[in-house]
């Protein structure tokens, strides 16, 4: 009974709201017998994750849900196939894949629209601009915005922290090894030196840069703390010119980034 009521709540909380807020959540990962995550994107688990979200569905806001990595085991025609039943049964809304590659995305759009792709797309990471961009730009009638997350780089006052956390970090992302994160750290000091001319900071400067990227790329930045948030909200407010984007685009193509965005038995996970 208690599960019940923990999985109805988000429908009792917003149903004032619904209409104007979407439910965002994933699927195709679960974890094995020994506690390792792998991939799972078999149809039944896909209706699984459904139930779970929908649970009082007749006051809960529309469902955003997204294939968390694609599962090289399952024809994304089928996960697609899954998802635009589900849609057609008004348990699910929109329909999202998560670091797909341009390939993956046509296949699947041909079967059911894909209204957006999550993917890291930042000056740390601009492999999106080679193929999934033009994709998204040029191959449908409808906008179809991508949800790029960042990972922040530790810089001024984190960076006293840094040495708490950076075990956690490096374990899931090579950039922040001892030795990646100090080569990195020269493109930090390059957005610090733009940041200040703009009365802003580092990481507002990142965010600004992307949203002046596409009209319909949308940001985001995962925070813990609440005065994150209001500076990563306080981007919005930052102008960039044309010659600023310039300026930034031309230092950033000095820096060669080091270390992966995620270790090996992650990175073969994602389609990019």
């Known amino acids: 009974m208690a599960r019940t009521r923990t999985k109805s709540w988000w429908g ?40 779970a979200r929908s649970s009082g569905s007749r006051s809960m806001p529309s469902i955003f849900i997204i294939n968390h990595r694609v599962d090289p085991e399952v ?28 390939q993956t995305i046509r296949r699947a759009h041909a079967v059911q629209p894909v209204t957006a792709v999550e993917s890291e797309y930042s000056l740390w990471w601009r492999k999106p601009e080679e193929e999934v961009i033009p994709t998204l730009e040029g191959t449908w009638d409808r906008v179809c915005p991508i949800q790029p997350s960042r990972q922040r780089f530790p810089h001024g006052e984190d960076q006293r922290k840094h040495h708490v956390r950076q075990f956690r970090l490096s374990q899931h992302s090579p950039r922040f090894t001892t030795e990646n994160r100090k080569a990195n750290q020269a493109l930090v000091d390059q957005l610090t030196k733009i940041a200040k001319w703009k009365n802003s900071t580092p990481a507002q400067i990142a965010l600004a840069w992307l949203l002046a990227q596409r009209p319909w790329i949308v940001a985001h930045p995962g925070t813990t703390k609440l005065h994150r948030l209001d500076e990563n909200i306080g981007a919005v407010a930052v102008e960039l010119s044309a010659n600023d984007l310039r300026e930034i685009d031309s230092a950033a193509a000095k820096i060669t980034i080091q270390g992966a965005r995620y270790p090996e038995a992650l990175e073969k996970r994602t389609g990019l």
């Open 75 to 102: 024809p994304i025609e089928e996960v697609a196939g899954t998802v635009k039943d589900l849609i057609r049964e008004g348990k699910v809304k929109h329909f999202g894949l998560s670091e797909a590659g341009a």
């Open 12 to 51: 009792e909380a917003l149903a004032p709201f619904r209409g104007k807020v979407t439910i965002a959540t994933k699927f195709g990962i679960k974890l094995d017998a020994s506690g390792q995550q792998v991939q799972d994107s078999r149809p039944e688990r896909i209706n699984r994750a459904s139930r």
